[in-house]
């Protein structure tokens, strides 16, 4: 009996996801086809006709290429930072055992557990308490204070599923402390290593909310496009995210590429 | 072949010694916590304090602020934006229920029904997060615009009708109204739903499926028995990354709503950046945090699941 | 082994491991000679893995010394001894392939040109084309003689093996162990093999000390230790022995008589691990295979000067070479006979009545005051 009632209960779940997976995906079509608009007026919400103006010429508004350029700065900055002092607490909180676990324990967790703009505020608090000048240096301590937590989670769940034997085999092996970390453990954390630093550079370049609260005049790239929201959309914001988008997929897709060709080479 | 267990001379059994790991190891897990917990002290812990001296403090912008212990404010900031709390607790709710009623089924299909595009759907879960939230928060504008295709569908098959009755849009407009709020909240931190979601689902060994079926389960009751209990932590972790986030949001009331949409996140934002009223910002804050950790810390307990991170 | 004075012994004296109240291994000494192949066998728990780690250096003992030869190591960290594990499940590098796997410890000490060492190497262990691989693409046996050749490379003084077999099947481990014992004839290093499988101890090693609740419950060759066990844990873990409660009636110089049920047994007065009391108790043993079996109707066939002990048949298991009889009898509930399949009788079945008999020279006699069971439910557990 293949009654298309019976079809659709069938696929029921494919059908619902790849209508969640559209919802997901609409507003990135969007952003693509306008960035090919050629609006009337200052905003960009309505189609008008085809053009490549805005693809020829990204950088044709003022502060833009200014503010990504600022963004990626701020996102290298905030990722190396936030990888090197999580990646030291999550080996700590794996290989150790030390007073005070389940403090710190709640210390990498809050900062999760907290809506963004709680954080924002308060920090805010303290930068205008002490007279301290918002701008690149204050979104930059922002940044590594809230990914700094995701990084943690993240190797700390590495580390959990590795041999500790690999390290010892590599300490029998005449391999000193630093040889040890430099050659084994580095290596077979890796992974999760970058994960939490891919994160970390996500969060931190499309942040908003605790930029918002502590760039002072300074302006991101998120914080470029909030003004816009306000005074105006130029096109090239949608060429900026469709590209970004872009970019994204590709070296996804590439490491993907790269992964299986590694995995094809084993037999299981 | 003697290999002898040598007894040990009988004349001196003295102690041997005992020895101790030394000092310079065991201050190594602090060395490595150091610089991390210091930062998270001084930019995290030590801001709450900040902020909770400022909720206590009056004054002005031009005079200063001092601290006089004036509770006063928490009582006139939470009686003042009730409906401001209320509406950020509801739409975050809704939009955590909407994430988890959407998630389920895409996260189940790329778990188990994707096969070899598994990889392929994963990236345009996570690729979207590339193209700046703000970007795609703003396309919504033209998707919901009056008139366009999808308000004139929903229009047509009697959505509307319903959801004005509701009181959630307001006649032909869906634009500026609640639902379009709740959409872009449901929109924004849906893959926070997904990955954990996928992730617990992809864990589940698919012949425990197979096993259910074995003994007597119909395919909906091997879900209800079997798949969805095993993806509780998903569902727990998920739906904290959803609503947590989502209380304290103001982009999505700011860009899709109106006045009457405003959430506490805008009222917060607002007191901190352009009314200048630091101390009933601080305690609004505060008031959130609270209401936040408290209803984190019930759900984490009835939930029965302690280890998130 | 004659020449206990070589450079290149183990010595560990008096060391013990205590993690915080409890103790997993108890105050120990026991020398290893040079060359020898040693096995360290008990059940999981048993301390045999913690005395291991102590000698490679990577768990500091709680008291004691450990020394190589003459030089004492107790302190010195696991990369500056001369020793090298075989690890349980091998703890290969993942990340790289397996000939760098075996330069490892070369490239570590600064050995220049590693090529023809690990070359050499991998063709001792008959891997030389798979180089190029990761340890993942290896099968499991290939694995561990990676891990084999990854230690041996380095010449040690001692190769430590945790577990080394473990992982694999039993047609495999057989294979193994017949491989292991080549090398090590072939490089005259010593081996210290820690195993909970007692076939394998005894397949390979020289020396087996039985270890049971941190402590060493015996030592010795493989034979004196199945031939002569000292206490009841021995007797049992390896291989079965009946133990038979019984009260001493005479205790000679050369003989001991005992009454058990009112069958009279006799035993060598050198075979007891206790000296025996007229009038006290004694658990005496005998293997199942040293055993013989006759229908009750021919017991005047039996030899005299023979122990003899009368039952009924209540169990039988034909497993090709042997069959395993249980017997039922007043002297003990559950006898293990074993009997060669050379002229099978076909009236001994299940319900039969019959006379166990055998050789006084093959009993022995241990101290009564112990648990007549330990040692039989650990092996079932980590078999």
Known sequence: ?268 | MTAVAAPPEAAAPTEPPVHKPSVRKRLVPYWLLLPGILWLLVFFVLPMVYQASTSVQTGSLEEGFKVTWHFQTYWDALTEYVPQFLRSLLYAGTATVLCLLLGYPLAYLIAFKAGRWRNLLLVLVIAPFFTSFLIRTLAWKTILADGGPVVAVLGKVGFLDVTSWLGVTEGDRVLATPLAVVCGLTYNFLPFMILPLYTSLERIDTRLHEAAGDLYARPATVFRKVTFPLSMPGVVSGTLLTFIPASGDYVNAELLGSADTRMIGNVIQSQYLRILDYPTAAALSFILMAIVLIMVTIYIRRAGTEDLV | ?383
Not at chain 1, 178 to 197: D, E, K, N, S
Not at chain 3, 346 to 353: F, K, V
């Open chain 3, 1 to 383: 082994m004659t020449d206990n004075t070589a450079g290149g012994d183990v010595r560990l004296a008096g060391i013990s491991k205590h993690y915080g109240s409890f103790t997993a291994v108890h105050p120990l000494d026991l020398t290893i000679p040079q060359g020898s192949f040693f096995a360290l066998l008990g059940a999981s728990g048993c301390g045999k893995t913690t005395t291991l780690r102590m000698i490679a250096g990577l768990e500091e003992p709680s008291t004691g010394t450990v020394s190589l030869g003459d030089r004492e190591v107790t302190h010195l960290p696991p990369y500056k001894r001369p020793v090298n594990t075989v690890f349980q499940s091998y703890a290969l590098f993942p990340h790289l392939n397996i000939y760098e796997n075996v330069a490892f410890g070369l490239r570590r000490r600064g050995v220049k040109s590693v090529k023809k060492q690990v070359d050499d190497m991998l063709e001792l262990v008959q891997l030389g084309q798979f180089a190029e691989r990761k340890p993942h693409q290896l099968s499991g046996g290939q694995q561990q003689r990676v891990a084999v050749a990854r230690a041996l490379i380095n010449h040690p003084q001692v190769l430590l093996l945790d577990e080394p077999l473990g992982a694999l099947d039993l047609k495999l481990r057989r294979q193994m162990q017949l491989e292991l014992k080549r090398i090590q004839t072939e490089v005259g290093i010593t081996f210290v093999h820690v195993t909970h499988d007692q076939e394998e101890a005894m397949t390979m090693a020289d020396t087996v000390a039985v270890m049971n609740g941190g402590r060493v419950e015996q030592l010795g060759a493989p034979a004196e230790l199945y031939e002569n066990p000292k206490t009841t844990f021995v007797a049992n873990f390896l291989g079965t022995s009946n133990l038979i409660e019984a009260e001493v009636l005479e205790s000679g110089s050369d003989d001991v008589v005992v009454s058990s049920a009112g069958a009279k047994l006799r035993l060598p007065a050198g075979r007891c691990s206790t000296t025996p009391q007229a009038g006290g108790k004694l658990l005496v043993g005998v293997r199942p295979e040293k055993i013989s079996l006759v229908h009750a109707d021919e017991e005047d066939t039996i030899a005299a000067g023979r122990n003899k002990i009368t039952g009924t048949i209540a169990d039988s298991s034909f497993i090709g070479v042997s069959t395993q009889f249980v017997i039922d009898s007043p002297v003990c509930p559950e006898l293990e006979v074993y009997v060669q399949n050379i002229e099978r009788d076909a009236r001994l079945t299940p319900g039969a009545r019959v006379v166990l008999h055998w050789n006084p020279d093959h009993t022995f006699g241990l101290d009564a005051a112990q648990a007549i069971d330990a040692g039989i439910e650990t092996v079932e557990e980590s078999a």
């Open chain 1, 1 to 268: 009996m293949r009654t298309p009632i019976t079809w659709l209960r069938r696929n029921l779940v494919v059908i619902a996801g790849l209508g969640t997976l559209a919802y997901l995906i609409l507003p990135n079509v969007v952003v693509t086809v306008f960035s090919f608009n050629n609006p009337t007026g200052r905003f960009n919400y309505a189609w008008q006709e085809f053009s490549l103006d805005a693809w020829k010429d990204p950088c044709g508004v003022a502060d833009l290429c200014g503010s990504l350029s600022l963004s990626l700065q701020i996102a290298v900055w905030a990722t190396i930072g936030a990888t090197v002092l999580g990646t030291a607490i999550a080996f700590a909180m794996v290989r150790y055992r030390f007073r005070g676990r389940g403090t710190v324990n709640s210390l990498i967790f809050l900062p999760m557990a907290m809506p963004e703009i709680v954080m924002a505020a308060s920090l805010l608090a303290l930068f205008l308490n002490m007279g301290i000048q918002l701008g690149f240096w204050t979104i930059l301590i922002a940044h590594i204070m809230f990914c700094l937590s995701f990084v943690v989670a993240a190797v700390k769940a590495r580390v959990l599923s590795m041999d500790p034997r690999l390290e010892e085999a590599a300490r029998d092996l005449y391999a000193g402390p630093a040889q040890t970390f430099l050659r084994v453990t580095l290596p077979i954390a890796a992974p999760g290593i970058a994960a939490g630093a891919l994160l970390s550079f996500a969060l931190s370049f499309d942040d908003f909310i605790i930029t918002n609260f502590n760039s002072g005049n300074t302006v991101t790239f998120p914080m470029f496009v909030w003004g816009s929201a306000q005074r105006g959309t130029p096109v090239q914001i949608n060429v900026i995210g469709t590209a970004m988008f872009v970019i994204a997929v590709l070296v996804v897709l590439a490491g993907q590429t790269i992964g299986n060709r590694r995995k094809k080479a084993q037999p299981k």
